[in-house]
């Protein structure tokens, strides 16, 4: 049984890792054309703001099947999480969340810097389970597009440093953490 766990997580983080070079590619060729059009129209004008929604659209749709492909891999691996035991101690991010947050502020802020234009505020929420790992991440936010950016930004950083799990009777469990996000272009 510990043999299929180990298997069933590595699979995950596999497909994560996958999902994630996705979110790269898309960035990657996002700004190799964005850099090309604005060699092509150097001045603003309407053709270059209507080819920048274009690609940007382009960018959301590749972010949105990332995404999908993400959520599927989770399903088949992660147990319910209906029901939560009684946390006595949070979960917490080893270094701190004041360093989380900066680390998921920058990496959104490279997403948004030529999508976003008025300040935007949502909850990212997320499962920490008893080992620290992330999964379940869902935003609730009025702009669906710009959810597709903090969920890709999660995605991003959910590997990079490590979660203490929460606590029920000294004994670690998993719980959700409500992590809102407001973001000021």
Not at 70 to 83: C, G, L, P
Not at 87 to 105: C, H, P
Not at 124 to 141: E, I, Q
Not at 160 to 181: D, H, I, M, R, T
Request: net charge positive; charged share 30%.
């Amino acid at each position: 049984m510990k043999k299929l766990l180990a298997l069933a997580g590595i699979l995950v983080f596999s497909i994560s890792y996958a999902q994630v070079s996705e979110f790269q590619k898309a960035d990657v060729r996002y700004d190799r054309k964005i850099k090309a059009l604005y060699t092509k129209y150097p001045k603003a004008n309407d053709e270059r703001t209507k080819r920048e929604w274009h690609l940007t659209e382009e960018r959301i749709a590749t972010y949105r099947n990332a995404l999908e492909k993400i959520e599927e891999e989770q399903k088949k691996t992660t147990k319910d999480t209906s029901v939560m035991p009684k946390i006595s101690k949070e979960a917490v991010y080893e270094t701190g969340i004041a360093s989380f947050r900066k680390l998921f502020n920058e990496t959104l802020a490279l997403s948004l810097a030529n999508f976003a234009s008025e300040p935007y505020k949502a909850v990212l929420s997320f499962v920490v389970d008893s080992k620290g790992n992330l999964y379940g991440a869902k935003v609730n936010g009025k702009n669906e597009d710009i959810n597709l950016f903090i969920l890709a930004a999660f995605y991003r950083i959910k590997d990079q440093g490590k979660w203490k799990p929460a606590e029920s009777n000294g004994k670690p469990v998993p719980s959700v953490v409500n992590f809102p996000v407001d973001f000021k272009p």
